[in-house]
């Protein structure tokens, strides 16, 4: 959607027109508010996020904080994951389910305190979703979404960035730590977190009347080290296995059917809500589950419309929720939600795109870097 369309309903973020002074062409609403998604060129976006740096406005992860003296009883209510070792100053990627085991948002979560939690969500009205739990869950919390707007810088050049920004001590961040610091008197919250696989940061921005002013310090901090603007990289994020809330997850789905096993613990303390209903579910098993793809043939254009049906015999087992080509690979690679009989390494089925009919191949994922040393690694 071009800026002269935009709905005054749908917000803007405090960086809006920062990212049209630097070539935002288009934007689409997520979570009530303007996401920009296109620069003009997602393959010199894609190059630069792995081999320099890249800077995104990712306001659209709205921040839902969780406070007061039973926020993390409430908060390990909300999602299967177990929490209970997680101490002030660092982070976890969670999911949020329903009553019936279904996948609700997959936010990161930042400890900021013992009794203080955000999280930073994918698009879905979890703020609405938590106060409506908490009417009725007998316990004192406080549940707001505070002015805290999130940008990424990703990419190899990213720690020399963020040194220049508030000195060398932030490089002792670990992966998915997080600290509360300021810069030129703008508070903020930095963590080593991002969607790219790649080494990263964020910086939530805490002051909304001065998002262009953060900008332009973050764009002059890069400029010797390559930074460029961009929004997130489809390519990199499918190349890393990341899965997109309301592309590849929907909220008919169940952690097991997306490989999410590892963040649920049933038998965890205090419970959760599903825990039946997942309990249950791995018991009786999944009927589909999403996989990791080869696509056969020249290189598919980088999106698509709609999901594409997946074919064998003759019947549809599946359809497919991403893909695109990876430059590294020289591949199409992509994810298919497949029953879960042709889910194993090296089953073949066909796709029908607007292309003609492609043979897939079923891998595993991440596509590059399998055990994710790339962002986990030390910085000093």
Not at 165 to 194: K, M, N
Not at 224 to 242: C, K, Q, T, Y
Not at 351 to 380: C, N, S
């Amino acid at each position: 959607m071009k800026r002269h369309a935009l709905n005054p309903r749908i917000y803007k973020s405090p960086f809006f027109e920062s990212t049209v002074k630097y070539g935002a062409g288009d934007f689409v609403p997520y979570n009530g508010m303007w996401m920009p998604y296109n620069y003009g060129d997602t393959l010199g976006e894609y190059w630069a996020t792995i081999k320099t740096a890249t800077l995104w406005d990712v306001s659209v992860q709205r921040i839902i904080e969780i406070s007061g003296p039973d926020a993390y009883k409430f908060m390990s209510m909300l999602t299967p994951r177990d929490i209970s070792k997680l101490k002030p100053g660092r982070c976890r990627y969670v999911i949020l389910t329903n009553a019936d085991g279904n996948i609700l948002n997959d936010p990161v979560m930042l400890r900021l305190a013992e009794d203080r939690f955000w999280l930073s969500t994918a698009d879905g009205d979890v703020l609405m979703w938590a106060q409506g739990v908490s009417v009725f869950a007998n316990m004192d919390v406080n549940i707001t979404a505070p002015d805290a707007y999130p940008v990424q810088i990703q990419g190899p050049a990213s720690p020399k960035i963020v040194a220049a920004l508030f000195g060398d001590d932030i490089l002792d961040l670990g992966y998915y730590h997080c600290t509360q610091t300021e810069i030129a008197g703008i508070p903020v919250v930095v963590s080593r977190t991002g969607f790219s696989a790649e080494v990263g940061f964020e910086i939530y921005l805490q002051d909304k009347d001065r998002g262009d002013e953060l900008w332009e310090m973050i764009i002059d901090a890069g400029k010797p080290h390559g930074l460029i603007v961009s929004s997130p990289n489809r390519i990199r994020r499918i190349e890393a296995g990341i899965l997109d809330y309301r592309s590849d997850i929907l909220v008919t789905n169940n952690p097991y059917e997306c490989g999410m096993d590892r963040l649920v613990k049933l038998d965890k303390d205090g419970g959760f809500i599903g825990q039946e209903a997942l309990k249950k579910i791995k018991a009786e098993g999944v009927a589909q589950k999403i996989v990791g793809i080869f696509i056969e043939g020249d290189a598919l254009e980088t999106h698509n419309e709609n999901r594409w049906p997946a074919f064998k015999d003759g019947k549809q087992i599946g359809e497919l929720t991403a893909f695109v080509h990876s430059p590294r690979l020289e591949k199409n690679i992509g994810y298919v939600m497949v029953d879960v009989e042709h889910a194993e390494l090296g089953n073949q089925f066909t796709l029908e795109t607007p292309f003609g009919t492609r043979t897939a191949t079923v891998t595993d994922m991440p596509f590059i870097d399998k055990d994710k040393k790339i962002p986990r690694q030390k910085l000093r």
